[in-house]
């Protein structure tokens, strides 16, 4: 990710492009837009400290699509977060595609240059599309059930937590294109 990036996703969360009620944000942890503004200039960071959080921006024919930040935050695992921004690019299959191609990226470089040892996604239940594209790369959830404080900006409520330690990725990676069933 890098500073020029920032400014579409920054209005993906504040204009109306993200459905902040489907995605059970919590208006607080949002905050105003230079405090969103600042947690992606943050993500754009890539010397030390390696504990906090790194992002990635998506791009499709020199568009940018969409983004993926891992949340670290000093912990064993990271979470990881996965947001289209351009509503052309969904429902095409792009998320698939893009798990696909980034967990190679993501077991050999983030596990191995960041202070962790696996990820964590979590997946609001009822968001069935995320949770089908998941599912289409191999992905089981470890739980289902309450998060009363869920990474991120979530508010509280019923999610599926996937669990996935580095190898369980790099299997994931070595699988035929649509997971296993």
């Not at 993926?68 to 299959?93: E, F, M, S």
Request: hydrophobic fraction near 40%; charged fraction near 25%.
């Amino acid at each position: 990710m890098e500073p020029q990036d920032i400014e579409p996703f920054v209005s993906y969360w504040h204009d109306g492009g993200a459905d902040l009620a489907f995605l059970g944000i919590d208006l607080d942890k949002l905050g105003a837009r230079e405090d969103t503004r600042k947690r992606f200039l943050d993500l754009c960071r890539r010397g030390e400290p390696k504990d906090r959080a790194v992002g990635f921006t998506f791009h499709l024919n020199d568009s940018v699509i969409g983004y993926t930040n891992i949340n670290i935050q000093g912990r064993p695992k990271g979470y990881l977060h996965v947001h289209l921004t351009d509503p052309a690019a969904r429902r095409r299959g792009v998320v698939s595609a893009i798990l696909l191609q980034s967990l190679p990226v993501l077991a050999d470089h983030v596990l191995t240059e960041y202070p962790i040892d696996g990820l964590v996604l979590e997946t609001r239940t009822r968001n069935v599309g995320i949770n089908r594209v998941v599912r289409s790369v191999g992905l089981r959830p470890a739980s289902t059930g309450h998060l009363e404080d869920p990474d991120g900006l979530a508010g509280p409520g019923e999610f599926n937590v996937y669990d996935l330690d580095a190898a369980t990725i790099r299997a994931l990676v070595a699988q035929p294109v649509g997971g296993s069933s």
